[in-house]
């Protein structure tokens, strides 16, 4: 079982429709967690960080994390073409000067259809 | 604002040569990490660097090696290349005890043939 679980997908959203992303981790002691968005053959984009349970939101995403349930999810709303691409999940680990790695989730391939 | 900066972007080897990746952090982070992304993959976690001392390693093979240098900037080596070793590589920096945002560098494409 990987560390970090996610839907590969494909997950295809009318455009203007919201996504739902999810993400579930095996390690209790994670402390950080990442969204991260992937063009193909491109480097991963920092979309939503996330360090207590609850909401998060910042425009169009909101991030949602229960450490009870070990999961996190992205919403995106008003899903626009644009948004299509991988989505991946990190989590890192409490660390001392908190500099962990990160452990990345396989990805959601999400494509947006206008 | 700057970035992580990367070089070379592409770089095509023959098997059982060897190849080094250069990466420059967002200036004032001290922090470095390589992953290496094969195809349809996620990114794995190689190495990393704390001021200029490694931090932690992952699953980095013994044929690879990396160092971080007094500028910051860091190298990852790798000898004796592998069909297995085409990937995308990235490098990441972040400023530790910052909420460690790890930012990603555009990459290095490396093609073994």
């Known amino acids: 079982q990987k560390e970090v679980e996610q839907n590969s997908g494909p997950l295809s959203v009318p455009e203007g429709a919201i996504a739902s992303l999810n993400c579930t981790y095996s390690d209790r002691g994670s402390q950080s967690f990442f969204w991260y968005r992937q063009y193909s053959g491109k480097s991963p984009e920092l979309i939503m960080s996330?360090?207590?349970?609850g909401d998060k939101e910042d425009g169009r995403f909101t991030a949602q994390l229960n450490k009870a349930s070990q999961y996190v999810s992205l919403l995106i709303r008003d899903s626009q073409p644009s948004d299509s691409a991988t989505y991946l999940c990190?989590?890192?680990?409490?660390?001392?000067?908190?500099?962990?790695?990160?452990?990345f989730g396989t990805g959601t391939r999400l494509t947006i259809i206008p | 604002a700057a970035g992580v900066i990367q070089s070379p972007r592409h770089l095509i080897k023959e098997k059982r040569e060897t190849a080094t990746l250069k990466c420059y952090p967002i200036p004032r982070h001290d922090t470095v990490y390589w992953y290496q992304q094969g195809p349809g993959q996620d990114p794995q976690f190689l190495i990393s660097?704390?001021?200029?001392?490694?931090?932690d390693k992952g699953s980095i093979p013994d044929r690879f090696s990396a160092q971080q240098f007094s500028d910051y900037h860091s190298e990852l080596n790798m000898s004796s290349l592998e069909l297995g070793d085409s990937a995308l590589y990235f490098c990441?920096?972040?400023?530790?005890?910052?909420?460690?945002?790890?930012?990603f560098g555009a990459g290095t494409r490396l093609s073994v043939l």
């Open positions: 996330i360090y207590s349970n």
């Open positions: 990441a920096s972040s400023l530790a005890l910052a909420k460690n945002i790890q930012y």
């Open positions: 990190a989590v890192q680990l409490l660390g001392v000067f908190g500099n962990e790695k990160l452990t």
């Open positions: 660097f704390y001021e200029k001392m490694q931090s």
